[in-house]
């Protein structure tokens, strides 16, 4: 096997962006792993599991999406540091 040139380049997959990739994909695989929600027991506060599971799941999205952003801007700005053209 040959091996890519060396450019200088820091690697595309990160640690830090596979998490970001984690944290986006996570509510999709709960949302459509369908049998793991579809029941009506455990009932909170008289709602079905089936409906407060969902619920909770757009607050779990909106906090997983907005560390995912966060993580972002830290690479973005990580990397242009990296370049040596961090302006502030």
Same mark, same amino acid.
């Given at each position: 096997?040959?091996?890519?040139?060396?450019? %200088? #380049?820091?690697? &595309?997959?990160?640690? !830090?962006? !596979? &998490?970001? %990739?984690?944290?986006? !994909?996570?509510?999709?695989?709960?949302?459509?792993?369908? *049998? +793991? /929600?579809?029941?009506?027991?455990? &009932?909170?506060? %008289?709602?079905?599991?089936? /409906?407060? /599971?969902?619920?909770?799941? &757009? =607050?779990?999205?909106?906090?997983?999406?907005?560390?995912? /952003?966060? =993580?972002?801007?830290?690479?973005? #700005?990580?990397? @242009?540091? +990296? @370049? *040596? *053209?961090?302006?502030?």
């Amino acid at each position: 096997m040959s091996q890519a040139p060396d450019t %200088g #380049r820091e690697p &595309v997959v990160t640690p !830090v962006r !596979v &998490v970001i %990739g984690l944290c986006l !994909v996570a509510p999709f695989v709960a949302m459509l792993w369908v *049998g +793991s /929600y579809a029941k009506t027991d455990p &009932v909170l506060i %008289g709602i079905p599991f089936f /409906y407060w /599971y969902q619920m909770l799941w &757009v =607050l779990i999205s909106t906090a997983l999406t907005m560390i995912a /952003y966060k =993580l972002w801007q830290r690479d973005q #700005r990580a990397r @242009k540091a +990296s @370049k *040596g *053209g961090a302006e502030q």
